[in-house]
């Protein structure tokens, strides 16, 4: 781990894993779909609208574990000032929000045939919007303040105070009553979720997380390549303006 | 493909949905990585190096305190 502190090193390292990790992701999509679509049942109550829970659920999984990864980095940047720790972070941020956006929208599209609408201010549907809605601050601190490194300061800061939303999200359904259902996966006690459909859900969790990884891998290293090509132009300005004097 | 029966159009609509925004979030980030690859490539072309790796010793790879 200590020598992935080392930027070139982490470059290495990227560049070795994101063709291997491109192809898993693809094959591990391949087989998800058809355990999906081919394999899992219909659920007794909702019908054939359960298949949504094949992506809504990792989406939602990803978006939460995103801004999860956000607060470690966020801790990295103020405490240990480890020198990828904000590259981590920012480019995370529009991964997690692209996730966040497709469980929300996802939901709302299984919401509609199964509760009879597409949006309720329940405390699981809102705290993800909120979630949502961190990102986009995130992202938007991240575009206002030009020095990387006083951008990544401020930057974790709201990450870390915007932390505190993730047990909000996982505990909402224990909290309050809500129109959403409660934890059937990672629950005390075995999951309610029947075998026949829990197969389909682990490998689409896990394709989604390798995709998560994969995206930001090269999200990481394009921001790596962005401070060089940076840091080099202003050295090539420095010596231009050496030149004329 | 099973009938998705009457609420077909959900389920297709949730996956279209998902499968449009990671191509666009796929389809931007790598842009972004090819872009900066290739400024990066033009510039070390020119002969101009960074200043970590100007004053990095021989056979070391260099080191910044940033990427």
């Known amino acids: 781990m200590p020598s992935l502190a080392n930027p070139t090193r982490f470059l290495d390292l990227a560049g070795r894993l994101i063709p291997w990790l491109a192809v898993l992701t693809a094959i591990l999509f391949g087989i998800g779909l058809y355990l999906a679509f081919f394999v899992a049942p219909p659920d007794y109550q909702q019908g054939e609208t359960v ?5 809504h659920v990792p989406a939602a ?3 939460m574990s995103g801004y ?3 607060a470690v980095a966020s801790l990295g940047t103020l405490i240990w000032r480890h020198p990828l720790a904000d590259v981590a972070a920012k480019a995370a941020a529009p991964i997690g929000a692209t996730f966040a956006l497709i469980a929300l929208v996802t939901g709302s599209l299984w ?3 199964m509760w009879g609408t597409y949006w309720v201010w329940d405390a699981r549907l809102t705290s993800m919007l909120v979630l949502f809605l961190l990102y986009l601050g ?5 575009q206002a303040i030009e ?14 105070v915007g932390a505190i939303n993730i047990p909000i999200i996982k505990f909402s359904v224990d909290w309050w009553n809500t ?4 934890a059937s996966i990672v629950r005390v006690g075995a999951p309610t979720i029947d075998p026949s459909m829990l197969g389909a859900l682990a490998v689409m969790a896990l394709a989604f997380t390798l995709l998560f990884v994969l995206l930001h891998l090269i999200a990481m290293r394009a921001e790596i390549l962005r401070r060089r090509v940076r840091a080099m132009q202003r050295t090539q300005v420095e010596h231009a303006a050496l030149a004329e004097t | 493909m099973p009938d998705l029966g009457p609420h077909a159009i959900f389920i297709f609509a949730a996956y279209g949905v998902a499968f449009a925004a990671v191509a666009a979030l796929a389809f931007a ?3 972004d990585d090819r872009k900066q690859r290739r400024l990066l490539a033009d510039l070390e072309s020119r002969g101009i190096r960074r200043r970590s790796a100007v004053t990095g010793r021989a056979g070391e790879p260099a080191r910044g305190p940033r990427p």
Do not use: D, N
């Open chain 1, 147 to 160: 020095e990387p490194g006083r951008a990544g300061r401020a930057a974790a800061i709201l990450g870390l």
């Open chain 2, 29 to 31: 980030i790598v842009a």
């Open chain 1, 179 to 182: 129109l959403h259902q409660p």
């Open chain 1, 138 to 142: 995130l992202i938007a601190l991240w």
């Open chain 1, 68 to 70: 999860a990864l956000i």
């Open chain 1, 51 to 55: 298949r949504i829970m094949f992506v």
């Open chain 1, 61 to 63: 999984w990803l978006a």
């Open chain 1, 111 to 113: 919401g509609k045939p």
